[in-house]
């Protein structure tokens, strides 16, 4: 009854129209208030307990990078190196875009960062080389994927919060998929260009790229500040993200100089509201995973479709399923948020590595993102380029089929993801 109530309550305010954040507290205050006899100040202590832990001092500071990043000039030197190398090859540019996206999600940890960032400069190139705008956009929007992957990643953080899952390991784990799916878009632009007919760009010299790579290594040194930090023990997830803003900072403000002082409010009020965004999800998320769990909600759902003695594989299939459908409807964060305590019960008794599950879900939460009718990415794409709905998703069929791909994958070879943790971490 509480479970049909809740969801009830949810889908109404969200067919009228109000921001996800409310349903969720709308469903937890049903529970709370009506269903459950415990005091309802508990309400307000799960919601304060949700934002508590301090792995989660990070996911402002990476938001704050992003910005400051964002609007500078990293991602056109990123772009530059990208395109001096490849940029002669037949779907050069393509490549570029898929490389570009991988290499600023290593920057900015942010989807919609990588669309606006990436797919700006880039789209005007694309389109005047000849590529259709359809195909364009989708691989602006689905590269943009990697950058959930790669890290430094909020989805990941998010995740191993509720999880308790160590969100090193998860960073980690989250690069040999990520490299994967460029590998994969990168081939299918190779092929998207000979059948086109797309002309390639003219060649550049050694000391071209040996000047383009001299301006990117500024940027690329967020993946080693990430990633080298971590791996060699050097600091935290959380302290990693405060070198990267600090890093942030000196890099386009004192060495780039594309910023100025007056820029810093912006960029601080632009962050307060995503974080504020976030935070108030991730508290209400809390509340109502604790209403879920203590009226054994997940148990039901769970063994209504008989996965509490389905095989590991058939797990991660639901699992993935779930996700995915979830995140075409509704905020990544949400879907984590509400899905990951209903899923927890059955990993764990399933034996599956919590780290591995993380990045399916992230995968499948980076699907969804990019994926009609709801996926947030789209409305990046059509609020940053001016383009209709039909244009943005009619090219994204191809690259959605080969994300699908790397997700069975990962169910039938779950190395792809464990290997780089079991190798930094002995596992």
Known sequence: MLAEVMISVMVVLLLLGFPMMIPLIAGCFVAFFIFMPIPPEIMVQQMLGGIRPAALVAVPMFILAADIITKGHSADRLIDMVMRYVGHMRGGLGVTAAASCALFGAVSGSTQATVVAIGSPLRPRMLEAGYRDSFTLALIVNASDIAMLIPPSIAMIIYGVISGTSI???????????????????????????????????????????????????????????????????????????????YAFVLEFLIFRSLKWADLFEIAQSTGLIT??????????????????????????????????????????????????????????????????IFAPIVDSAGIDPVLVGVIITLQVAIGSATPPFGCDIFTAIAIFKRPYMDVIRGTPPFVVMLLGVSVALILFPQIALFLPQLAFGK
């Open 276 to 341: 504020a965004v976030v935070f108030i999800l991730v508290g209400a998320g809390n509340a109502f995973s604790w209403a879920i769990s203590f009226n054994q909600i997940p148990q039901e759902i769970l063994g209504s479709i008989g996965l509490d003695e389905a095989s590991a594989i058939m797990v991660l299939v639901a699992i993935s399923i779930a996700f995915f459908i979830g995140c075409m409807f509704v905020d990544p964060i949400v879907v984590i948020l509400v899905l990951v305590p």
């Open 168 to 246: 090193a390991e998860l960073f980690v784990a989250g690069i040999g998929p990520g490299l994967l799916i460029l590998v994969l878009f990168a081939s299918y632009c190779v092929f998207h260009a000979w059948r086109h007919d797309i002309p390639t760009q003219p060649k550049a010299t050694w000391q071209e790229r040996l000047k383009a790579t001299r301006d990117a290594l500024w940027p690329l040194g967020f993946p080693v500040i990430v990633v080298g930090g971590i791996y060699g023990g050097i600091f935290s997830p959380t302290e990693a993200a405060a070198v990267c803003v600090a």
